[in-house]
């Protein structure tokens, strides 16, 4: 079973930029589809971000044209460049393996805390 480890979070002002990163120790060329999640203070946590092995990618719709998501499976890493950051995109952000269904995912890690604020 492949471990992830996020990073990149902080404090960051509104219209600012930050960059998170995600490692795995084992190969993530193994994962087909990668995706970032986020759970927001008090909120459910939803999908952001994913994916393909191929480099297809997808977004939700709060997030498009602001946040950029990438791979690098020699290196066994996912990122999520996010620019233009605001207050709603505050919360915990989690990498981890795409599905369908977000509530058969149980073995999330600790994330990294984004907090958008002036």
Known sequence: QVQLVESGGGLVQ???SLRLSC???GSMSR???MGWYRQPP???RELVALITS???TNYVDSVKGRFTISRDNA???VSLQMNSLKPE???VYYCHRWFPDIST???WGKGTLVTVSS
Do not use: Q
Request: charged share 25%.
């Open 89 to 91: 995109d505050t919360a």
């Open 14 to 16: 509104p219209g600012g």
């Open 31 to 33: 994962i087909n589809v």
């Open 75 to 77: 290196k066994n890493t």
């Open 42 to 44: 008090g909120k459910e």
């Open 105 to 107: 995912i149980r073995d």
């Open 54 to 56: 191929g480099g297809s």
């Open 23 to 25: 490692a795995a120790s």
